[in-house]
T-cell receptor
Framework: GDSVTQMEGPVTLSEEAFLTINCTYTATGYPSLFWYVQYPGEGLQLLLKATKADDKGSNKGFEATYRKETTSFHLEKGSVQVSDSAVYFCALPYGNNRLAFGKGNQVVVIP | EPEVTQTPSHQVTQMGQEVILRCVPISNHLYFYWYRQILGQKVEFLVSFYNNEISEKSEIFDDQFSVERPDGSNFTLKIRSTKLEDSAMYFC?????????????FGNGTRLTVT
């Protein structure tokens, strides 16, 4: 079935470093793709989305480009802040009502 | 900004006991969901609910699970007889429409521990 795969393991980096979190998808057709973020003690919230191939979603300095050639939707930020410490989830819709999420990546930004 | 609220934040129960997880979705939202995340695993869809009916459920959502909207504000998930493998973080979510690009609004989650 349709699914997303995120790179394994937490990501620890210093403030102002470049962040990349990999996400690849398996799907029939070209579904919309999403990144959700969960800040400490909070629920998941939509960070950005792309609705068709070659679209770039962006928000809060984060970007992700929908690449059908590599079936990827990697999340990037050029200069992270301590406040970006959170868990990041890649997701795509399947069925009538569902979202398929990845395992999530814990990002820890050290001052 | 309106929020989805979930209670309790942490529930500990013994195997075989019934638990009810509570959620108050955002007031003008019409579509409601439960997801769960077992530690170290993916966030998994359990069930969607609209117009006082289940609209879709996953293979996880067996006869031990039920959902209810008992009044105009609450949305509950009941597990009839908990098992150890039900230990997980349970997330409630809601949204205004069921369009694919309509964002889900999640609560902070209830951590269920079955001992």
């Amino acid at each position: 079935g349709d699914s997303v795969t995120q790179m394994e393991g937490p990501v620890t980096l210093s403030e102002e470093a470049f962040l990349t979190i990999n996400c690849t998808y398996t799907a029939t057709g070209y579904p919309s793709l999403f990144w959700y973020v969960q800040y400490p003690g909070e629920g998941l919230q939509l960070l950005l989305k792309a609705t068709k191939a070659d679209d770039k979603g962006s928000n809060k300095g984060f970007e992700a480009t929908y690449r059908k050639e590599t079936t990827s939707f990697h999340l990037e930020k050029g200069s992270v802040q301590v406040s970006d410490s959170a868990v990041y989830f890649c997701a795509l819709p399947y069925g009538n009502n569902r979202l398929a999420f990845g395992k999530g990546n814990q990002v820890v930004v050290i001052p | 900004e309106p929020e989805v609220t979930q209670t309790p934040s942490h529930q500990v129960t013994q195997m075989g006991q019934e638990v009810i997880l509570r959620c108050v979705p955002i007031s003008n939202h019409l579509y409601f969901y439960w997801y769960r995340q077992i530690l170290g695993q993916k966030v998994e869809f359990l069930v969607s609910f609209y117009n006082n009916e289940i609209s879709e459920k996953s293979e996880i959502f067996d006869d031990q699970f039920s959902v209810e909207r008992p009044d105009g504000s609450n949305f509950t998930l009941k597990i009839r007889s908990t098992k150890l493998e039900d230990s997980a973080m349970y997330f409630c979510a809601s949204r205004i429409t069921d369009r694919v690009v309509s964002p889900l609004h999640f609560g902070n989650g209830t951590r269920l521990t079955v001992t």
